[in-house]
T-cell receptor, first 112, second 111 residues
Framework: NAGVTQTPKFRVLKTGQSMTLLCAQD?????MYWYRQDPGMGLRLIHY???????AKGEVPDGYNVSRLKKQNFLLGLESAAPSQTSVYFC???????????FGPGTRLTVL | QQPVQSPQAVILREGEDAVINCSSS?????VHWYRQKHGEAPVFLMI?????EQKGHDKISASFNEKKQQSSLYLTASQLSYSGTYFC????????????FGQGTTLQVKP
């Protein structure tokens, strides 16, 4: 039982490049979330999903897109990376809306 | 709106107690507490639901005052392993699982 996994662990991009972060969970959770964490800012919700095929915007969605084609996977895309998107990205999942959220190990992204 | 945590940072000696507070300007349905060590993912500590209940395990407990829209985390007889950054995440709607996190409180326990 791996829990929540994220790929890749580290990535360096140049401004304007695109990339996709992959989150996978093996707990059969309905809800999945993408957060970014910046120093002194805590965790801010980018997008989330309440089930396969659904997505919704969080607090800071601009510049990001997501897809949930399979229940176990939640993808976060950056179409044209900007230095302001340099951050640590965490994925989380929960069984339902009342349940606690379980976090993946994070992806450290640097945009030059 | 982001809940406010206080204090921002605290330094303790082993065996001392600490309280971390989390205040919201909105009505709360639940409060979730997490601890994060440097370079690692946040780890769930406990969840408090509406009703003013207090929860705890081992020497860490928490309370939830829904009227004041506040929660407090109590760390008793702190251990070195308690060091890290503590976050509260609050749910302000009954229709969503979205959590809004505070900015974090850094706790350092020294021998």
């Amino acid at each position: 039982n791996a829990g929540v996994t994220q790929t890749p662990k580290f990535r360096v991009l140049k401004t304007g490049q695109s990339m996709t972060l992959l989150c996978a969970q093996d707990m059969n959770h309905e809800y999945m979330y993408w957060y970014r964490q910046d120093p002194g800012m805590g965790l801010r919700l980018i997008h989330y999903s309440v089930g396969e095929g659904t997505t919704a915007k969080g607090e800071v969605p601009d510049g990001y897109n997501v897809s949930r084609l399979k229940k176990q996977n939640f993808l976060l895309g950056l179409e044209s990376a900007a230095p302001s998107q340099t951050s640590v990205y965490f994925c989380a999942s929960s069984l339902d809306k009342l349940d606690t959220q379980y976090f993946g190990p994070g992806t450290r992204l640097t945009v030059l | 709106q982001q809940p406010v945590q206080s204090p921002q940072a605290v330094i303790l000696r082993e065996g001392e107690d600490a309280v971390i507070n989390c205040s919201s300007s909105k009505a709360l349905y639940s409060v979730h507490w997490y601890r994060q060590k440097h370079g690692e993912a946040p780890v769930f500590l406990m969840i408090l639901l509406k009703g003013g209940e207090q929860k705890g395990h081992d020497k860490i407990s928490a309370s939830f005052n829904e009227k004041k829209q506040q929660s407090s985390l109590y760390l008793t007889a702190s251990q070195l392993s308690y060091s890290g950054t503590y976050f509260c995440g609050v749910r302000t709607s009954s229709n969503t699982g979205k959590l809004i996190f505070g900015q974090g409180t850094t706790l350092q326990v020294k021998p």
